[in-house]
């Protein structure tokens, strides 16, 4: 599997699991010092979040870099390296930190997510017709370049999901929209990403998971 290196990467990693609400939120903390946070949707088995935090500094805690998320917000785990049930909190206090994002009103804004069967980027603030725009898969950078005519907008794109699977971007795997001043890139999930996926999901069952007392109380309450 080309993957297997990814998937031993994640079980050496330390697992915190919770379930609030239809989330499922994941904590690794890995033997080089790094840290990942997941948020998995109970329904359809799809990770809607991952963050990354590099190992401690001197200096204060190093900030989360956001790989996969609609919209900025946090993950909120709380001290003690688990989620945390209350939704919230002192970043100062919560062992995975907390981490935005902060963009103009009118700058091009790139968010990323995924389904089960693609991988979709979301570059809004770009008003220019669909004709406009360039995109390309770059094998040599393994990434996909977008770019304007007008040279207007340039950006690299990295896909880490299929770096995980040693194989580059292919264009015929790229479809492009554009509505409401919005660039919509989709991206085709080859079978492999699909299989490296679910061994991911087999890896994660394995992981104690507790449940969110307070979301638990609130749906009983709500009867």
């Known amino acids: 599997m080309s993957y297997e290196n990814w998937l031993n990467y994640l079980q050496?990693?330390?697992?915190?699991?919770?379930?609030?609400?239809k989330l499922r939120k994941v904590l690794y903390k890995f033997p080089d010092g790094r840290q990942m946070a997941e948020e998995y949707n109970m329904d359809t088995?799809?990770?809607q979040r991952r963050a990354w935090r590099k190992c401690k500094q001197l200096m204060g805690e190093p900030e989360w870099e956001i790989e996969l998320g609609e919209e900025p917000r946090q993950l909120n785990f709380a001290a003690g390296n688990k989620p945390n049930p209350a939704g919230g909190g002192?970043?100062?206090?919560?062992?995975?930190?907390?981490?935005?994002?902060?963009?103009?009103?009118?700058?091009?804004?790139?968010?990323?997510?995924?389904?089960?069967?693609?991988i979709e980027w979301r570059i809004r603030n770009l008003p220019y017709p669909i004709d406009v725009y360039n995109v390309r898969a770059d094998?040599?950078?393994?990434?996909?370049?977008?770019?304007?005519n007008n040279k207007k907008y340039y950006k690299v794109i990295p896909v880490p999901e299929l770096d995980r699977c040693s194989i580059p971007p292919v264009q015929a795997n790229i479809s492009t929209h554009h509505q409401f001043n919005t660039l919509i890139i989709t991206y085709q999930k080859p079978?492999?990403?699909c299989e490296m996926e679910a061994q991911v999901l087999l890896l994660l069952k394995n992981v104690?998971?507790?449940t969110d007392m307070d979301?638990?109380?609130?749906g009983l309450l709500a009867k």
């Open 12 to 21: 050496s990693a330390e697992k915190n699991s919770m379930i609030s609400g």
């Open 45 to 47: 088995g799809v990770v």
């Open 90 to 118: 002192d970043a100062d206090n919560m062992a995975a930190g907390e981490f935005t994002l902060r963009e103009s009103n009118t700058a091009p804004l790139l968010t990323k997510r995924v389904t089960k069967k693609n």
């Open 139 to 148: 094998a040599e950078q393994r990434a996909i370049i977008v770019r304007t």
């Open 191 to 193: 079978a492999i990403l």
């Open 208 to 210: 104690e998971t507790e």
């Open 215 to 218: 979301d638990l109380l609130k």
